[in-house]
């Protein structure tokens, strides 16, 4: 159906007289006429050619007109299809309606037939009509679902270090402070860590900015295997990481930083070749948060967690150091 004007119809009728009269109507009004006189002739015609419109009588012997509109629309759901039905048959028109017909003409209205043309050009305009408002439709839900899908991508670059993957510092403050929220409603404990790689200055130095930078991505994947799934690690800036450790006390926040330290200290890290032995000192702390400022809550822990931190770089770093929060 591509052209806006229609210009090839399939009678169907197994009157003949009807057949004839239908075609010679329609061919004057500049039809290409088509006509079949049996719902077996209709399949062949329709198997073998690409109908504008298909005029379908209703009551045929075999087959009946409903039941070939039926097994038409189950695979084409775009034709225009207009039946012709008996006097006064408003029921049967309305169960043609469902099951997808475009419109339904009584014959006796087109008697002698001249409203024919009209009334298949008209079904077939509204039939083009509903087929440009479903594209329109179809592209609409497509355009929102691209939209959705790259607001989803936004919002996940906006929480995500680009380097290492993990959630930037911004969103990890975020989930840190609702995690502080949720320990202080239930009384639970939390432990808050500061890593930060050891002279990775001269990293850089030695190996390069771009070795340091696979050095950093590589900790960071270090970081998400070896933590917990309720854990959280992020990127907190340059070569310093913050981790926060749900339902863990102080002594359960040493045993993780030391298997990290560990495992930081074992693994060699960067690009092939130039793969070096990091070590990684760490500072932790654990609060049963009572205070109902989470922001505050937050503060204070991460500063004491980079005293710990602190006390682990002047003790001779590759070292964990815990201390509460209060
Ligand atoms: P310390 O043991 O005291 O922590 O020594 P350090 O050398 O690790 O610490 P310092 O603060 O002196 O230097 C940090 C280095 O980390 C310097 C900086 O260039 C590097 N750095 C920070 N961010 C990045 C980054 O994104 N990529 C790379 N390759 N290097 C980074
Ligand atoms: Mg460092
Ligand atoms: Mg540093």
């Known amino acids: 159906m591509t052209n806006d004007s229609p210009s090839c119809v399939l009678v169907v009728d197994d009157s003949e007289s009807i057949r004839k009269r239908l075609a010679q109507i329609l061919a004057l009004r500049g039809w290409d006429v088509a006509v079949a006189g049996s719902a077996e002739e209709a399949r062949t015609a329709l198997g073998a050619e690409k109908f504008d419109v298909v005029a379908i009588d209703m009551t045929m012997p075999g087959t009946s007109g409903l039941a070939l509109l039926r097994e038409i629309r189950q695979t084409d759901a775009d034709t225009c299809i207009v039946m012709l039905t008996g006097e006064g048959d408003i029921e049967r028109a309305a169960e043609c309606a469902e099951a997808g017909a475009d419109d339904s003409m009584e014959k006796a209205s087109f008697e002698p037939l001249q409203g024919a043309d009209f009334r298949l050009r008209r079904a077939f305009a509204t039939r083009l009509l509903e087929l440009e408002r479903r594209r329109i439709s179809e592209e609409l839900h497509k355009a929102n679902e691209h939209l959705q899908q790259a607001n989803a991508e936004l919002a996940s670059l906006s929480q995500t270090d680009q380097l290492t993957g993990l959630a930037n510092r911004r969103h990890l403050e975020e989930l840190l402070q609702k995690e502080i929220e949720r320990c202080g409603r239930y009384g639970h404990c939390l432990g808050v860590a500061l890593l930060d790689l050891d002279h990775f200055k001269k990293v850089n130095d030695t ?113 964990v150091v815990v201390a509460p929060a209060d």
């Not at 930078?213 to 070569?239: K, N, P």
């Not at 967690?305 to 602190?310: C, H, I, N, R, S």
Request: hydrophobic letters at 35%; one cysteine or more.
């Open 207 to 319: 190996a390069g900015h771009q070795a340091g930078d696979r050095v950093l991505s590589d900790f960071g994947r270090l970081l998400t295997d070896s933590l917990r799934a309720t854990d959280a690690a992020g990127r907190y800036g340059g070569e310093e990481f913050l981790i926060f450790f749900p339902e863990t006390d102080l002594d359960g926040v040493r045993v993780c930083l030391e298997r990290l330290r560990r495992e930081t200290a074992a693994a060699p890290l960067g690009p092939p070749g130039l793969r070096a032995h990091v070590t990684v000192s760490c500072g932790g702390t654990a609060v049963r948060p009572t205070d109902k400022d989470a922001e505050l809550v937050m503060r204070k822990l991460v500063g004491r967690a980079d005293e710990a931190l602190y006390k682990a770089k002047n003790t001779g770093r590759n070292r």
